[in-house]
């Protein structure tokens, strides 16, 4: 009997130290792989696929991964692209919301004011925004006072039309397309058009709704213009190409509000690198996620590094001398 009982002991003893071994090892392996034990579900929502906003979503996602945010080790992403669908932001919004995302990217304005209309809990920051007061995302951009905050795409307006000017000394008239339902073209262009005014320019307008309005906006202006002026629009962006075809025919320059339009066929721009924006969108995300910060507290950061990017090849089909002033210090695309 007692023999019998020192084996009973002595395996259950050996079972006990196997379970806790087996556990330990399952915890061991998730707190290596998931920083501290927690794995992070983070959503990104697009609104829709073109070079800029490409940019800053890899940016984001790189600058979380630099602060040790890192997908298959200790994040997991969802990556969404609403094709410019405003059904499509409603629907992932809820997607989100009903995966419980600890933290949500959301990059252009539709795409922030559907996630912030889904959730008032969940923290998102946005980037590629231009005016996250305007957009009523927020209560200021010193303290945005709710759960969205990021970082401003605001272009600089006056540098940009100054630089038109030395490109286009003879122009008096300019053209400006941009779709009407974006509230972060609206508010670039009324900027544009009041600096504009200040300099003796003329500014004519043609709205858009989806890039099958573009041909034609363009052939509206393109007779009355001597130049135009785009901001940083979606649907713009998403379409350089239709828009370069006829202002080309017409040797009418383009000056563009962001680096990416001017590879695709724009004549110059000084502005955002939308990459590094991202970056910064990825470091306020990691002070969320570390619990540094809240967004209701973080105020809105705008572009860091701003660059002159010029088409030469551009410039030469419309017969443009590029200054040497403009030309020093300048990202020349052959």
């Known amino acids: 009997m007692k023999l019998s009982r020192k084996v009973k002991l002595l395996a259950l003893g050996v079972t006990t130290m196997l379970a806790t071994g087996i556990m330990a090892g399952c915890g061991g392996s998730e707190q290596a792989s998931s920083s501290g034990g927690k794995t992070y579900k983070i959503g990104v929502v697009q609104l829709v696929e073109h070079s800029a906003l490409d940019a800053a979503n890899k940016g984001f996602v790189d600058g979380l991964k630099e602060r040790g945010f890192e997908e298959g080790k200790n994040v997991t992403f969802d990556q969404q692209n609403a094709q410019a669908d405003q059904s499509n932001l409603q629907n992932i919004a809820q997607r989100f919301v009903s995966g419980k995302m600890d933290l949500i990217c959301a990059i252009a304005t539709p795409a922030a004011q559907s996630i912030a209309n889904a959730t008032k809990d969940i923290p998102i920051l946005g980037t590629a925004i231009t005016d996250y007061v305007g957009a009523k995302l927020a209560a200021s951009n010193d303290k945005p006072g709710a759960n969205v905050s990021g ?149 809105i950061q705008t572009a860091r590094d701003l660059k002159v990017v010029i088409n030469k090849k551009n410039a030469a089909a419309l017969g443009i001398t590029l200054p040497e002033d403009v030309l020093k210090g300048a990202d020349v695309i052959e």
């Open 151 to 299: 970082t401003s795409d605001m272009n600089p307006i006056k540098e940009q039309v100054d630089l038109l000017m030395k490109l286009c000394p003879n122009a008096k008239t300019i053209g400006v397309i941009y779709c009407s339902s974006e509230v972060n073209s609206e508010v670039q262009v009324k900027a544009m058009t009041e600096y504009a005014a200040s300099k003796g320019l003329t500014v004519k307008t043609a709205t858009i709704s989806t890039v099958n309005d573009i041909q034609q906006a363009a052939q509206s202006l393109v007779g009355a213009v001597d130049a135009f002026y785009v901001p940083t629009d979606n649907v713009i962006a998403s379409a350089m190409p239709t828009l370069v075809a006829i202002t080309d025919a017409a040797k009418k320059p383009v000056i563009c509000g962001e680096p990416n339009m001017v590879k695709a066929g724009g004549l110059a721009t000084y502005g955002i690198d939308y990459y590094k924006l991202g970056v910064q969108t990825g470091h306020m995300a990691a002070d969320v996620l570390e619990g540094k910060a809240k967004p209701a507290d973080m105020p």
